[in-house]
């Protein structure tokens, strides 16, 4: 699933591209009647109130909350995205074909759009400028509403989520507050907690540990303060430098232009289980366990609970 340096490096690819352009028509194949009544386009009558909404109305801006893409459009409507597990915004010019009925949307340019993995698609965006906006998602997983942009924080999709890591409002004294909420928790399920802290996931939570020497399963109310300290700017270090490199595309990820991140080139715990630690001198070797039903990975050496 998207994180939030793969969210944010969406996010700015669309303040580059589409600011200031106008919707002219949506497109969408999620319909299902058992969405029947959900407040997403995965419903279809709930998609007929989406089209009115949207249709017609400029873009004014781009911004992202935890692992949600807000844009912001004319008219105070603000399009709620949520990629979930296998989705990606794309941006390009695309043409509607009949060669491939279950994805019909063929795309035209970049070439970089026409990889395999982006070639998903299950919701369009066409402005008037003549290019499209995709939701290529392998799954389906993907959330897509429209809310009152005054409304947005409030709604109940952002109203319970905890503050955001980069923030200069986050300090030390900020993190170690939110910890006391779930201090009998294993520390890795508490970074993967939505309402403690918004954008972390299992990438940058299994980073964070592997670099700051903790074990997943210590306990949150246990860490020192020097420790928590270390794994604080750890968080902040790993986030910034997944933003740098474009995101992780180890799975299915792809900036808008349809090219991979290069996070998953710096990785040294996630998916290398049984791999021998590059931390030097350790000697330990990567194991995978589950935490709160997430796979987890660790060094058996390095990261102990004390």
Not at 3 to 22: A, D, F, H
């Amino acid at each position: 699933m998207p994180e939030l340096p793969e969210v944010q490096t969406t996010v700015n690819g669309l303040r580059s591209q589409i600011k200031g352009l106008v919707i002219k028509d949506t497109w969408t194949n999620y319909g299902s009647n058992y969405f029947k009544g959900s407040g997403t386009i995965k419903d279809p009558a709930y998609y007929k109130f989406f089209r009115k909404q949207v249709i017609g109305n400029k873009i004014i801006s781009a911004e992202r909350r935890a692992k949600n893409i807000l844009i912001n459009l004319s008219g105070n409507r603000t399009i709620l995205i949520h990629m979930k597990m296998t989705g990606h915004l794309l941006y390009g010019k695309y043409k509607f074909g009949q060669k491939n009925k279950k994805d019909p949307w063929e795309p035209i340019e970049p070439e970089s759009l026409k990889h395999g993995i982006n070639r998903h698609v299950r919701f369009i965006i066409t402005f008037n400028n003549g290019r499209h906006l995709a939701l290529s998602d392998l799954r389906r997983f993907a959330k897509i509403t429209v809310i009152e942009t005054d409304k947005i924080n409030s709604s109940i999709h952002l109203a319970d989520l905890g503050p955001e890591p980069l923030e200069k409002e986050f300090t030390l004294h900020a993190f170690r507050k939110r910890l006391e909420t779930r201090q009998n928790a294993p520390i890795k399920q508490v970074l993967t907690d939505q309402s403690v802290i918004s954008g972390i996931g299992n990438i940058y939570a299994d980073e964070s540990l592997w670099h700051a020497k903790i074990h997943p399963l210590q306990k949150a109310g246990t860490l020192t303060t020097p420790r928590l300290a270390v794994l604080f700017r750890t968080i902040k270090k790993l986030l910034s430098k997944g933003i740098k490199l474009g995101g992780d595309s180890m799975s299915d990820y792809r900036n808008i232009k349809g090219d991979k991140g290069k996070f998953q080139e710096h990785h040294r715990a996630y998916r290398k289980t049984g791999e021998k630690c590059s931390k030097p001198g350790c000697g330990g070797k990567i194991v995978r366990i589950t935490v709160g039903g997430r796979g987890t990975h660790f060094c058996d050496i390095h990261q102990k609970i004390n």
